[in-house]
């Protein structure tokens, strides 16, 4: 069965620092889709960046960054330049094959930024 | 599009009391997701929708709850009877199916009715 795994209940990262977000997964099926999102504490879910399970290379859109290890079976985020803005939960999410479109999440990782 | 549609926003009821949370998902997604949030366990996916077919509702917690999906634009989830621990904010979310196909589409949720039951 698919799983995912976030360790890191809550972070804090200084205004203009990198920080990087971790997340594990599990799964026997070799395809399958890896996505991170964004809930601010206004509520809504905001969808951040993908990894395939094929792709080559990491990810990257804007200053979010995936860095995947296939081998290790991690999906990390990584945060360039952390802004205010910034800080929110943030949850990692998996597809597999075997499951067709189901979606499931981590456990969310709470994020503060410091100024 | 106007993105995924919940309503109501919020929803204050009594215990024994049934509750019918509605969502209207993208135009042409066909999978429709439902979800519940809480502190304590986190984003539980509870049902969901491949063209209108519940494929997988591994999730719903008990026999209390329930969901259908009558057509491609609208879905349900209901609670009879609620109980205070279904407190929670429950997520709509939808996802389409493209050329290659479904592993690389992400959710669009909906803003989430959040659910007190008294």
């Known amino acids: 069965a698919q799983k995912i795994t976030q360790t890191q209940p809550g972070m804090f990262v200084q205004e203009k620092e990198a920080v990087t977000l971790d997340c594990t997964y599990d799964t026997s099926d070799p395809s399958y889709g890896l996505f991170w999102y964004k809930q601010p504490s206004s509520g809504e879910m905001i969808f951040l960046i993908y990894?395939?399970?094929?792709?080559?290379q990491n990810a990257t859109e804007g200053r979010y960054s995936l860095n995947f290890q296939k081998a290790r079976k991690s999906a990390n985020l990584v945060i360039s330049a952390s802004q205010l803005g910034d800080s929110a939960m943030y949850f990692c999410?998996?597809?597999?094959?075997?499951?067709?479109?189901?979606?499931?999440f981590g456990q969310g990782t709470e994020l503060s930024v410091k100024p | 599009d106007a993105g995924v549609i919940q309503s109501p926003r919020h929803e204050v009821t009594e215990m024994g009391q049934e509750v019918t949370l509605r969502c209207k998902p993208i135009?042409?997604?066909?999978?429709l997701f439902w979800y519940r949030q809480t502190m304590m366990r986190g984003l539980e996916l509870l049902i969901y929708f491949n063209n209108n077919v519940p494929i997988d509702d591994s999730g719903m917690p008990e026999d209390r709850f329930s969901a259908k999906m009558p057509n491609a634009s609208f879905s349900t989830l209901k609670i009879q009877p609620s109980e205070p621990r279904d407190s929670a904010v429950y997520f709509c979310?939808?996802?389409?199916?493209?050329?290659?196909?479904?592993?690389?589409?992400?959710?669009?949720f909906g803003q989430g009715t959040r659910l007190t039951v008294v």
């Open positions: 979310a939808s996802s389409p199916l493209r050329g290659t196909g479904v592993m690389n589409t992400e959710a669009f």
């Open positions: 999410a998996m597809k597999d094959g075997n499951q067709g479109g189901k979606l499931i």
């Open positions: 990894q395939g399970s094929y792709d080559q």
């Open positions: 135009s042409g997604h066909d999978y």
